[in-house]
C-alpha cells in the first residue's frame, strides 16, 4: 500500500492535463507544490464552531481522505495495466527512416532494374556488348554506324523488359530484402545475425499489410504477418539478452520500441480496428459490459480531476499564491 502521508493527487502524469484541462502540470506553477491529499479533503471549521460540528467535519474530512487516496489508486493501477504502445506493434513508426529509404531504393530506375538486376552492372555489361561488337566489325563506317544503331535497339529493348513498371509485387519484395540484408548486415554475407533478421521480417510485414489492407478477406495472408511479427519478437527478444547496445539500435532504426517488443500483443481484429487498418470500420462493437466499465474509468478521472481542483482551491486559500 501507498504511505498515506506522503501521498499527492497524482498518477505518473498530471491527472489535471489527463482529464482534459487546459492548464499543463507545468503551469500549475512552479510556487504550487503537488497538491498533498489533506488539501483535497480539508473541512474548513470557523472560529466558534460548537464541538459537535467540529467533530462531524473531522470525521468528514478522513473520510474523505480515505475517498480520495483509494480513488487515485484506483487510477493508478488502471494506468499502468493499461498503458498504451508509443508506435504501431506491426508497423512500426509511420516515419521510420529505414524503410522509406528501402522503398524509396526499389523504386529507384536510376538505381535498380527488374528482377534485382543492377543498374551500374547491367550498363557495364551493354557496353562491353557493343565495344565487342565495333571491334569485331571492319573499320567501314557504314557498317559501324550498323553496328551502334543495333546495340542502341536492343538496349532500348531490353531496357523496356528490365524496366521496373513491367515487374511484380514479390520482386520488388527480393530487392527490399536484398536492401534491408545489406543496409544491416555486420560484415559482407551476413545472412543470419538478429539485426538482419529483424531487418528482412520488417520488410515482409510491410509488403504483408500492403495486401492485408487491399485484401481484407485473406485470412491465409493475415496469418501470415500475424507470424511474422511474433518471429520478429522473438528475434529482438534474444537479441535484447545477448546484446543490449545493438538491440536498442536496431529497434530504433527499424522503427520500433521497447514496448512492442516486450509486451504481449495479439494482431487481431482489435488492434485492426485500433490502428485503423481499414479505416474507420467497426470491427469490435462495444458490449454493455464493457461500456460500463468505460463509464466507471471516465467518472473515476473526472472525480481526481475535481479532487485536484479543490486541493489547488484549498491550497490557495490556506497559503495564497505569490
Given at each position: 500500500?501507498?504511505?498515506?502521508?506522503?501521498?499527492?493527487?497524482?498518477?505518473?502524469?498530471?491527472?489535471?492535463?489527463?482529464?482534459?484541462?487546459?492548464?499543463?502540470?507545468?503551469?500549475?506553477?512552479?510556487?504550487?507544490?503537488?497538491?498533498?491529499?489533506?488539501?483535497?479533503?480539508?473541512?474548513?471549521?470557523?472560529?466558534?464552531?460548537?464541538?459537535?460540528?467540529?467533530?462531524?467535519?473531522?470525521?468528514?474530512?478522513?473520510?474523505?481522505?480515505?475517498?480520495?487516496?483509494?480513488?487515485?489508486?484506483?487510477?493508478?493501477?488502471?494506468?499502468?495495466?493499461?498503458?498504451?504502445?508509443?508506435?504501431?506493434?506491426?508497423?512500426?513508426?509511420?516515419?521510420?527512416?529505414?524503410?522509406?529509404?528501402?522503398?524509396?531504393?526499389?523504386?529507384?530506375?536510376?538505381?535498380?532494374?527488374?528482377?534485382?538486376?543492377?543498374r551500374v552492372e547491367f550498363e557495364k555489361l551493354l557496353y562491353a556488348a557493343e565495344k565487342l561488337s565495333l571491334e569485331n566489325a571492319s573499320k567501314n563506317e557504314a557498317l559501324r554506324e550498323s553496328v551502334?544503331?543495333?546495340?542502341?535497339?536492343?538496349?532500348?529493348?531490353?531496357?523496356?523488359?528490365?524496366?521496373?513498371?513491367?515487374?511484380?509485387?514479390?520482386?520488388?519484395?527480393?530487392?527490399?530484402?536484398?536492401?534491408?540484408?545489406?543496409?544491416?548486415?555486420?560484415?559482407?554475407?551476413?545472412?543470419?545475425?538478429?539485426e538482419v533478421q529483424a531487418a528482412i521480417a520488417t520488410i515482409k510485414i510491410h509488403y504483408g499489410m500492403q495486401q492485408v489492407k487491399n485484401m481484407p478477406k485473406d485470412k491465409i495472408n493475415i496469418k501470415?504477418v500475424r507470424k511474422l511479427v511474433q518471429y520478429r519478437q522473438t528475434i529482438l527478444k534474444y537479441l535484447k539478452r545477448k546484446n543490449p547496445e545493438s538491440y536498442y539500435y536496431t529497434i530504433a532504426k527499424?522503427?520500433?520500441?521497447?514496448?512492442?517488443?516486450?509486451?504481449?500483443?495479439?494482431?487481431?481484429?482489435?488492434?485492426?480496428?485500433?490502428?485503423?487498418?481499414?479505416?474507420?470500420?467497426?470491427?469490435?462493437?462495444?458490449?454493455?459490459?464493457?461500456?460500463?466499465?468505460?463509464?466507471?474509468?471516465?467518472?473515476?478521472?473526472?472525480?481526481?480531476?475535481?479532487?485536484?481542483?479543490?486541493?489547488?482551491?484549498?491550497?490557495?486559500?490556506?497559503?495564497?499564491?505569490?
Open positions: 500500500m501507498f504511505k498515506f502521508t506522503t501521498r499527492f493527487l497524482s498518477t505518473s502524469r498530471s491527472l489535471l492535463s489527463q482529464a482534459g484541462e487546459s492548464t499543463s502540470s507545468a503551469s500549475v506553477s512552479a510556487t504550487i507544490p503537488r497538491f498533498h491529499v489533506k488539501f483535497g479533503a480539508k473541512q474548513f471549521i470557523e472560529p466558534g464552531t460548537n464541538k459537535r460540528r467540529a467533530k462531524r467535519l473531522r470525521r468528514k474530512e478522513t473520510r474523505i481522505k480515505k475517498q480520495i487516496i483509494r480513488d487515485v489508486n484506483t487510477l493508478k493501477q488502471h494506468e499502468v495495466k493499461n498503458v498504451p504502445l508509443k508506435v504501431d506493434p506491426v508497423l512500426g513508426d509511420p516515419n521510420c527512416g529505414f524503410v522509406e529509404r528501402i522503398m524509396k531504393k526499389v523504386e529507384n530506375q536510376e538505381l535498380t532494374l527488374a528482377y534485382g538486376i543492377d551502334i544503331q543495333t546495340e542502341e535497339n536492343k538496349r532500348k529493348a531490353v531496357m523496356t523488359i528490365l524496366n521496373l513498371k513491367n515487374t511484380n509485387v514479390p520482386d520488388k519484395k527480393k530487392m527490399a530484402i536484398k536492401f534491408a540484408r545489406e543496409e544491416m548486415q555486420r560484415s559482407p554475407g551476413d545472412t543470419a545475425s538478429p501470415g527499424l522503427g520500433l520500441t521497447d514496448d512492442v517488443i516486450v509486451r504481449e500483443f495479439n494482431m487481431g481484429k482489435q488492434y485492426m480496428q485500433d490502428f485503423k487498418v481499414w479505416g474507420d470500420k467497426v470491427l469490435v462493437k462495444e458490449t454493455n459490459s464493457v461500456a460500463k466499465k468505460n463509464k466507471k474509468i471516465k467518472d473515476l478521472k473526472d472525480r481526481v480531476a475535481k479532487y485536484n481542483e479543490l486541493a489547488k482551491k484549498n491550497y490557495e486559500i490556506m497559503y495564497g499564491t505569490k
